[in-house]
């Protein structure tokens, strides 16, 4: 069965795909412009907090329960002997394809960027972010690239797969990144966009900004919907899942920090505002590349869209493994042949989103909602996987494991290839968190998401004034 399945075939293996998961769009692309809107460093500091006090736990819960059971999300809870539980499952399943389904229009803009810049087509100006999002024609292409992509690296299982595409990946996009910081560094007024990166201002912190720091380093980190329990089940009995799971913690926060080293520089050089919001990435900086004159604003330009899609594509990987885990598992069916039908229908599953910036009016004003006003079809599926499911798996996660699953048992898994975790302080934090911190905080979270959003119950400022 277990070789049927495949495997990892070494810890750091599992560990680079499994922060490659983590590494994605959220670490450069939203990263960035959530620490433009929640006031710099003090954003920052808060993030890297939830990274460890929060998020470092559920991971760990994640892993240990895909290893013991050696299943997709779905027949995980089943094995433990938790038939209803299974429904924490289908909802990681239905996480995963709504995310992935806008995750990889996002993927196909950086990645047409990329080419574009490469090639010279690209157009540079007030409008060019609009026009080429609202092109679903070639977008779609590059969107059907990305997909297939995807799903040829998925198709070849865990170790000739996504194993071997993490250990090329990663280390390209840490050499990528570090090149980019090195070159950004060089121009002028860096200094005051890292003095806005790393100063905190703590006057800044506002309920609203908490929470968005939760709701990033959670999603950041993969968490909430069972691609670390897909991991997790490929991981060797005899390795160190703890010191595991801290690594990829590492790694994540590593390049999210990277990534504001490479893009306040950028912004600051041309004296942009820094709240740019969703456009700071694909709207401000390719003025700033442009700037560099014809060759290096290639260069550069086409070097960042890389990374970006690099950082895309180990994402939209573990995005696509834990549906086809649960095909290969739960239905039987073989691994490639499970790939391409998930794929497929996750690629129609997100053509609404696709045509959802600019290209079809109805998409693109979809929906009004109470709280969060007027949402495009893709801003909606957003809200709905990313900002409200993942918490409420995430909060399924810890209660299921401290109270169903039991403090014993999981401590069992965890020490598992670590024996010297037994009665650590670690251990105890770990169990701890799972069950107070990670439920009352996730709890949170989908609670505020879901008045704030949908109700138009501002309780934070109700709270926090
Ligand atoms: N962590 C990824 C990112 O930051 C997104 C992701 C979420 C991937 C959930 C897999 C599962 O871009």
């Known amino acids: 069965m277990a070789t049927q ?115 010279g087509t690209f157009n540079v100006g007030e409008q060019a972010f609009g026009t080429f999002v609202a092109d679903y024609v070639k977008v779609g292409g590059y969107g059907v690239l990305f997909m ?7 198709s070849r299982g865990v170790s000739g797969g996504i194993e071997k595409a993490a250990k090329i990946l990663m280390p390209t996009l840490f050499i990528m990144i570090l090149a980019l910081i090195v070159y950004a560094l060089t121009l002028p007024n860096a200094m005051e966009g890292i003095k806005f990166y790393l100063i905190p201002d703590f006057s800044q912190i506002t309920g609203k900004v908490i929470y968005s720091a939760l709701g990033q380093a959670f999603f950041s980190l993969s968490l909430g919907m069972g691609a670390l329990i897909t991991y997790g089940s490929y991981v060797s009995k005899k390795d160190n899942i703890v010191s595991a799971a801290a690594a990829i913690t590492l790694m994540d926060v590593g390049v999210a920090t990277l990534a504001g080293f490479m893009i306040f520089p950028f912004v600051f050089s041309q004296g942009i505002e820094t709240d740019g919001g969703a456009g700071l990435i694909f709207m ?112 399924l996660i810890a209660v299921f494991t401290a109270y169903v699953w039991k403090k014993e048992n999981f401590n069992a898994e965890m020490a598992n290839g670590d024996e010297e975790i037994r009665g650590s302080w670690l251990q105890s934090y770990v169990d701890f968190a799972i069950g107070y911190v990670c439920p009352i905080l996730l709890g949170s979270i989908f609670i505020v998401t879901v008045l704030d959003n949908f109700l138009g119950i501002r309780i934070l400022d109700i709270l926090f004034g």
């Open 5 to 119: 399945r495949g495997g990892f075939s070494s810890r750091l293996g599992f560990i680079l795909a499994a922060a490659g998961s983590a590494v994605g769009l959220g670490n450069i692309w939203k990263f960035p412009f959530e620490v433009g809107q929640g006031g710099g460093a003090a954003f920052v500091v808060m993030y890297l907090i939830f990274c460890f006090v929060l998020c470092f736990p559920v991971m760990v819960a994640e892993i240990a329960i895909g290893r013991k059971t050696q299943l997709n999300p779905v027949g995980a809870f089943k094995a433990l002997g938790y038939k209803n539980w299974a429904i924490v499952g289908y909802l990681g399943l239905a996480s995963g394809v709504l995310i992935l389904s806008f995750y990889n229009v996002v993927a196909a803009w950086a990645f047409g960027y990329f080419v574009d810049i490469l090639f």
């Open 148 to 154: 297939l992509s995807t799903a040829f690296i998925v």
């Open 284 to 395: 401000t900086l390719p003025g700033v590349f442009e700037s560099l004159g014809s060759v290096l604003g290639i260069v550069v330009g086409a070097l960042f869209f890389l990374l970006l899609s690099f950082a895309a594509f180990t994402s939209t990987i573990s995005l696509l493994e834990v549906p086809t885990a649960y095909m290969v598992d739960e239905k039987k069916i073989p691994r490639s042949k499970a790939t391409w039908i998930v794929a497929i229908f996750i690629f129609i599953v997100g053509i609404p989103s696709l045509l959802s910036a600019g290209a079809v009016d109805s998409l693109t004003h979809f929906v009004t909602l109470k709280g969060a006003g007027d949402k495009s079809f893709m801003d909606f599926v957003g809200l709905i996987a990313s900002d409200t499911f993942l918490p409420l798996g995430g909060f």
